[in-house]
Each structure stands twice: as structure tokens, then as C-alpha cells.
């Protein structure tokens, strides 16, 4: 299945489910730029507008940019075919399928999906699996993250749902109710665009307030 979707993104109203980009599932087309923006103090690392401001009132809760790097957010499909390219000549293809998805099977081609990296002192940010735990300010970010509309996409124990092998760095906004209910049922966003199928009026989790540029899309 092929999606033509980043030029809907600025319609209202929001679209009613996640998009789902995978190896099955891919993109027609780029994103619209004009619906990018930068994000924290990394002005190449851009994302939809709407997870940029969802992203920066999370970070803005935990005091986040002094400890967390932007890493990689939206990629044209040329960036993502050079990464890929790259990450076969460096690392092997084996490194490349478990860890870079194809050009046009990108979730990052959306402009929704984000890597992150935790800062230490002397220690390079590796562009393609950078170190992201699940303690201290990256375990709070965590904690807070489905609260804001994002997810971890490539959790560990459904690679062979996802494809992809467990990537602790890599966030997806998907907006609340969303982000709350996929947590709550415990699901990767394939098994949860297959409930929403069956299930298509909501899984019953209601969000709470909605706070600025959570909507989902």
C-alpha cells in the first residue's frame, strides 16, 4: 500500500488514526516543507509542526534539552536513500535492514518520527543508533512521552511485527487519544491499526485536557 499523506497534514480537521509507514506500507511523496519546522536548537533537525510543538512542551516539563539531542527527524526520501547507501557500505546490509528502513518505508519521510540521543561528556552521538536508556532524564522523557502524543515505535519483543529491530531512541507521533491508548493496550502501531479496523468508533481510552499541538495526525 502506498500513502500520498504529508500534504494533508495542515488540513483541518486532524486526521482520525495514525498513519502507518512500513515496509508494506509506504509513501508516494515527500512531505510539504512548508509544514516543517526546527526543532530545540537543532535547526537541520525538522519536524511536522504539530509534534514539534507537542515535542517541545514535553521537553519544556523535564528541562529536556540539556541532556537530550535531537538527532534525526524529517528526511527527504534523497537523505534517506544516501543513509541507507552509507549504512550498507559501512555497517553491512544485515546492520542496514534491522536498524534503516528503505527509501519510501521511512516513518521519518512523515515528519513524525524522531531519534534521540542522551548527551555524555566526550562521547560522540551515533547518527544511527544513538544511546537513548531508560533511566534518569531519558527515562522521564519516557514516562511522559504518551502524555504528549509519542510513542516508542520499535519497542523490544515485537521486531517481527515491526521489521525493525528494538530502537529505544526512535519516538512517533501519532496524537492523543492514540498515544495513550497504544501504550495502555500495549501495542505497536501495526497491531493498533488493526484494532482501530475492527474497532473503527475508538478503543476507550478517553485523553486527558488536550495541550497545544496534540493533535493527532
Keep these: 500500500m502506498r500513502h500520498r499523506i504529508c500534504k494533508s497534514y495542515g488540513t483541518e480537521p486532524a486526521l482520525t488514526r495514525p498513519v502507518l509507514v512500513n515496509r508494506e506500507n509506504g509513501l508516494e511523496t515527500d512531505c510539504d516543507m512548508s509544514e516543517l519546522v526546527p526543532v530545540g536548537k537543532a535547526p537541520d533537525v525538522l519536524l511536522h509542526r504539530r509534534a514539534a510543538a507537542a515535542l517541545e512542551h514535553l521537553m519544556a ?24 547507501n552509507d549504512t550498507v557500505i559501512t555497517r553491512g546490509e544485515d546492520f542496514a535492514r534491522r536498524f534503516v528502513a528503505l527509501p519510501g518505508h521511512s516513518e521519518h ?7 534521540l540521543g542522551w548527551k555524555q561528556e566526550n562521547r560522540e552521538i551515533d547518527f544511527i543508533c544513538p544511546v537513548f536508556p531508560y533511566t534518569g532524564i531519558c527515562g522521564q522523557f519516557r514516562k511522559l512521552a504518551p502524555s504528549f502524543g ?16 528494538h530502537e529505544p531512541w526512535h519516538f ?6 492514540h498515544s495513550l491508548a497504544m501504550v495502555s493496550l500495549g501495542l505497536v502501531l ?28
Design 61 to 84: 516539563q523535564i528541562d529536556g534539552w540539556e541532556h537530550i539531542v535531537p538527532v534525526s527527524g524529517w528526511r527527504s526520501f534523497r537523505q534517506q536513500t544516501d543513509i541507507w
Design 109 to 115: 519521510q512523515t515528519g513524525l518520527a524522531i531519534d
Design 150 to 165: 509519542f510513542v516508542e515505535r520499535y519497542p523490544a519483543g515485537k521486531e517481527k511485527i515491526t521489521g525493525i529491530s
Design 172 to 177: 512517533r507521533y501519532v496524537g492523543l487519544p
Design 190 to 217: 501495526e497491531e493498533y491499526i488493526l484494532l482501530l479496523d475492527v474497532s473503527p468508533q475508538g478503543v476507550g481510552v478517553s485523553p486527558k485536557k488536550r495541550r497545544p499541538g496534540h493533535e493527532s495526525i
